[in-house]
């Protein structure tokens, strides 16, 4: 999808019958009503498409083929004798099996980028397993510093799912600009558990650096104080303290001695981290949410509130960023989808970010116009 977002042709290779596993997690649901028009479901019907599978395919043509099937078989191939790119998660040994082994389709198109992506690597004493999302936060120890004290948690978004996909698309754009130069294809390679423990940041030099094994600390950062989530009279309030000028601003700002009891170095805070929470949650007390942004804001300290998904996409700054596209879908008709979290500028100034995307596809919907396609081309 990140690829299609950036112009790609994206042709996304389904199985028939019931394609992409996604289209069948939900709910909800959306069916169509009528001509331009659908309505939420909780079961699935005939038809009916998963706002799960509308998240992460826009900008995708699909087609359905059988692969253990001779002919379509041979349609895949001359769709990767076309190709720039193959992107495939199967687990290991998949497509050998299929006789899609990745020497054979490089002698094919020699200039292919191949990105395998695996739940746990290609290779290795466990490369064969099989991976899900929440399987691999658990493993790449993202759920073991995260959520509140004693309670391992996962992320609320597929991030290891996500992550993998971002990692893959950084590898084959790499790989593409390599092209350019050597005029050779590459085989790419990443994993959920690869993807995940690549943004371990801090909390992994924690443990290879330090020795230190980090553990859930819920709203507040391990490393700098105060720095997470306060309360205030209606609400929680968020602040980030990043530097010593910021903790005298902060504390000028609310009458607090900067210095007092031994708080006066981030250091010493941390140490000190929950007699730091309480100190504030009983400063911001008699505020309200609205008004304690507003000083935060005067003060120059870094805050902000804790919004619910609605509050988020009716906000005038994520629509200012174009972080909501309308498509048109061709059987549930006109769709609000998350947009792209990428703009670009020309020299100028222009804006030149795309405006136009294709709505996520439905099963086979574009088998007639990719045939017609590869076969033009012979």
């Not at 909780?42 to 253990?68: C, M, P, V």
């Not at 009716?314 to 990428?342: C, F, K, Y």
């Amino acid at each position: 999808m990140m690829l299609g977002d950036l112009g790609a042709r994206v042709i996304k290779v389904e199985a028939p019958g019931h394609g992409d596993d996604t289209r069948r997690w939900g709910p909800p649901f959306l069916a169509p009503l009528g001509q331009r028009a659908y309505e939420v479901r909780r079961e699935a019907e005939q038809g009916s498409e998963s706002t799960y599978f509308l998240s992460a395919n826009r900008n995708k043509a699909s087609i359905a083929l059988d692969l253990k099937t001779p002919e379509d078989r041979e349609t895949l191939l001359r769709l990767i004798d076309r190709a720039d790119v193959l992107v495939e998660n199967f687990r290991t040994g998949v497509l050998e099996r299929l006789g899609l082994d990745f020497d054979t389709l490089l002698q094919r198109n020699p200039r292919l980028i191949a990105l395998s992506i695996t739940g746990f690597g290609h290779d290795g004493p466990e490369g064969g397993r099989s991976g899900y999302d929440q399987i691999a936060q658990g493993e790449a120890g993202l759920m073991s510093f995260t959520g509140p004290p004693d309670q391992p948690a996962k992320v609320g978004t597929p991030i290891s799912d996500i992550l993998a996909g971002m990692y893959g698309a950084y590898g084959v754009l790499a790989a593409l600009h390599e092209r350019e130069r050597t005029g050779r294809g590459q085989i790419v390679r990443t994993s959920l558990l690869a993807a995940t423990i690549g943004v371990h940041a801090f909390q992994g030099t924690r443990w290879t650096c330090a020795g230190e094994i980090p553990v859930p600390e819920g709203n507040h950062h391990v490393s700098i104080a105060p720095y997470g989530l306060f309360r205030c009279a209606d609400g929680e309030v968020q602040i980030a303290i990043g530097s010593e000028r910021l903790w005298r601003d902060f504390c000028a700002g609310f009458g607090i001695d900067p210095g007092m009891d031994g708080l006066g170095t981030n250091p010493e805070r941390v140490a000190r981290r929950a007699e730091v929470i309480e100190l504030i949650n009983r400063v911001f007390a008699e505020w309200s949410t609205e008004d304690l942004i507003a000083r935060l804001d005067q003060i120059g300290v870094p805050a902000g509130r804790v919004r619910s998904l609605d509050e988020v996409y009716e906000w005038e700054q994520t629509r200012s960023q174009r972080l909501l596209i309308d498509v048109d879908h061709s059987s549930l008709g006109r769709l609000v989808l998350p947009g792209p979290p990428l703009r670009f500028f020309s020299p100028d100034g222009e804006e030149v970010t795309r405006t136009e995307h294709q709505a996520p596809p439905t099963l086979g919907e574009h088998q007639d116009a990719v045939l017609r396609w590869l076969e033009a081309a012979q």
